[in-house]
């Protein structure tokens, strides 16, 4: 066997250490191997720097909730009022429905007599009792009527100052048509249909509203342009049945939509001083909508405390009334107002 020197084998070992690293160079070029990227997901997960947000994904935090001490102090600064009318109740530690149902349970009123809706409108914030539950609608069906003629003002198909012949109008109180009749010489415009199914809630202009929009039976199948009940009664019923989850949806869209109704704002604004919604609540702004009949007395707000809110509130039987009954109960009337000053205490003290 020949022999190498090592100065030899050394020579051979480098040569063919050198032979291997170019094959395998080769074989990587021939075969295309890359180095592999990481994937989004994993550059995500490894960087240290948040993805940055889209406008669109951002979401808007809620409002700090008040402190018990802010709340305390409103409860201190109105105390002597709430002790004036017998309101006084825990204000700062109880929900609204707590707080109303505090109330009824004073008053020995059954809850099931009292359904509410309420939205703070600075903040979204909702509380309700009962509001899915159908009550009588009263006149409270002329608020939306009206928008809904507003609406076709607005779109050209009614005039605002063409009289509208109203001696054939529909009626429910012959006396009350033929004054109409009278003292329009049997025509009317819409803003006088407005003014006076809204400031005095009068039958007889909102009839002839509904007219205008073909008829009452048309009316009806109109009102869920501006919302639409979780319960049974989807807005509001031929029968006169509706809800206050309903309503609240149809305040929260006059509001809404504010510049276009102005007008209705206006005379709700002015009707009832000092009844309903402002019995007990004096130097605030108050747009309002009452509505009674028989047993029911109710009332459709929009509060302009320091934060606005909306209020639908719908009761029965207050002050011993009932279906036979034909005239407004003085109990009942003031506990509409009682309830309507416990309400907007408790958004005083919690919201402002």
Avoid at 302 to 322: H, N, Q, R, W
């Amino acid at each position: 066997m020949k022999k190498y020197s090592p100065k030899t084998i050394t020579i051979l070992s480098l040569a063919l250490l050198t032979f291997l690293g170019l094959v395998l160079w080769f074989s990587k070029v021939s075969f295309g191997q890359k180095k592999t990227l990481p994937s989004q997901s994993e550059t995500s997960s490894s960087s240290s720097e948040p993805s940055p947000v889209s406008p669109q994904q951002e979401e808007i935090p809620p409002a700090p909730a008040k402190s018990m001490e802010a709340k305390q102090a409103v409860m201190e600064a109105d105390a002597a009022t709430m002790d004036a009318y017998g309101l006084h109740y825990d204000y700062a530690n109880l929900s609204l429905p707590q707080v109303v149902q505090a109330y009824l349970a004073e008053m020995e009123i059954d809850p099931s007599c009292i359904a509410f809706s309420y939205k703070d409108l600075t903040t979204g914030q909702t509380a309700s009792m009962n509001e899915s539950q159908p009550m009588t609608a009263g006149s409270t069906y002329k608020l939306p009527l009206n928008m809904l003629v507003v609406d076709e003002v607005e779109a050209g198909k009614l005039s605002m100052t063409e009289k509208f012949d109203i001696t054939n109008t529909y009626y429910e109180y012959i006396g009350e048509h033929n004054n109409y009749v009278g003292a329009f010489a049997g025509a009317m415009t819409i803003p006088d249909m407005q003014e006076y199914s809204l400031l005095y809630s009068e039958n007889t202009p909102a009839y002839a509203l509904a007219e205008r929009l073909g008829g009452i039976d048309k009316a009806y199948s109109l009102y869920n342009r501006y919302g639409q009940s979780k319960g049974e009664v989807k807005t509001i019923s031929q029968e006169n049945k509706t809800t206050s989850d309903y309503y609240i949806q149809v305040l929260d869209y006059l509001w809404q939509h504010k510049d276009k109704y102005k007008d209705i704002l206006y005379y709700i604004g002015e009707s009832f001083p000092n009844e309903y919604y402002k019995r007990y609540l004096h130097d605030i702004t108050i747009y309002q909508k009452p509505g009674y009949v028989r047993e029911a007395l109710n009332v459709d707000a929009i509060v302009m405390e320091e934060k606005p809110y909306i209020v639908a509130l719908y009761t029965a039987g207050l002050g011993g009334s009932t279906l036979e009954s034909n005239e407004i109960s003085g109990v009942g009337i003031n506990q509409v107002g009682e309830l309507s000053y416990v309400i907007n205490e408790w958004h005083r003290v919690n919201m402002n």
